[in-house]
C-alpha cells in the first residue's frame, strides 16, 4: 500500500480515479470517451456546470461572484490577477512569504508599482509576517494563504479594505474561509480540487474593468465569465475529474467536515514530530501548515536512512523541497489518516533503531 504524500500534483481519492477511468472509455453511457466528448455537448456542459455549482456550494460563495475554470496554473495568475485588478499607474500590495508569493511580485511588476508590506525572507520563510499596514491607495493586497514549500499557512487573514487577492493553490477548500473577505481567490487544481490542467477563479464581479488598459482576450477574466469558461476549448478531462472530487468532498460533508479531519491529520503528525528526539519541524508553531509538514532531522546525515525506511513503508514523495531540505509530508484532503499513521510509525520505528 503506498501512501502519497506528493506536493502537488497529488493524491486524489481512489474511487475518483476508478470513476474518471470509467469515463474515459464509456463517458455517462453515451459511448464515447471522456476525452473525445465536445466541449459544446450539452453532456459536457452539465459537467462544467455542476463543478461550477460544487465550488459555490462548497465555499458557499455569495452573490455577486463569478467562478471560473481556466486553464495555465497558478503562474497564469500571478499575471492575470495583476492585468485586471491593477490600474495603468497604480499600486498593489503584496506579502512576500516564499518562492510563489516572489514569483507573484514579479509579474506584478510589469503592470505598475508594486509595494512589499513585509517578508520572512530573511528567516528562509518560516514564519507568517503580522503587525503590518496595507497601504489604503493599493488597487488590492496580495496573499499566499499556505506556502506549500515552507509549510507555512495563514490563520487570520488581514483585516483591510483594500481588496484581498489570495493565491489559495495548496489549501483551497481545506477549510472553511468566508469568500466575501476576498475580492479575488485563485489555486491551481492539481493539490485539493483535481488533477493538473485547470486552475479555478473566484472573482468579484464589480472589481472588474477599471484598470484602464487593454487586456488580451485570453487574459481577461471579464472575456470567460462571459464565455462561462468555454471562451476557448476548456481542460474537459481536468475539469471531468475536478467535479468528480468535489462531489466526493460534498459527500464527505464539504469543506466543515474536512477541515475537522485535516486538522486531527495534521496534529498527529506534528506531536510525533515534537516527541521524536531525532526530528524538529522547520515552521514557527503558531503558523504551522495543515497542507504541508515541513521537518528536519536533528542529524541531518540521518535523512537518507530515514527516507529510504519511509519510502520501504509505503510513504511516498516526503523529500523536502530544496530550499528547505529535509522532509515535506503533503497532506491534503485525500489522504487518509491512515497515510499519517504509516508516517508515525514509521518515525517511531527509525527511533527504535538508533538505541
Ligand atoms: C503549486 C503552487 C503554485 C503553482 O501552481 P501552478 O499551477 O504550477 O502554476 C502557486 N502557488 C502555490 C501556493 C502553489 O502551491
Known sequence: MKHNFGAGPCILPQEVFKQASEAVLNFNNTGLSILEISHRSKEFIAVCEEAVQLVKELMNVPEGYSVLFLQGGASLQFLMSAINLLPEGGKAAYLETGVWAKKAIKEAKNFGEVEIVASSKDANFNFIPKGYTVPEDAAYFHITSNNTIYGTEMFDFPKTNVPLVCDMSSDIMSREVNVSDFGLIYAGAQ????????????????LLGKTGRTIPSMLDYQVHIDGESMFNTPPVFSIYVAMLNLRWLKAKGGVAAIEKENIAKADALYAEIDRNPFFKGTA?????????????????????????????RGCIGIKGHRSVGGFRASIYNALPIGGINALVAAMQEFEQSQK
Open 191 to 206: 493539490k485539493n480540487i483535481g488533477p493538473a490542467g485547470a486552475t479555478v477563479v473566484i472573482v468579484k464581479n464589480d
Open 284 to 312: 514557527a508553531k503558531e503558523d504551522r501548515s495543515r497542507m504541508n509538514v515541513t521537518f528536519v532531522m536533528e542529524n541531518p546525515e540521518l535523512e537518507k536512512e530515514f527516507l529510504k525506511l519511509a519510502e520501504s
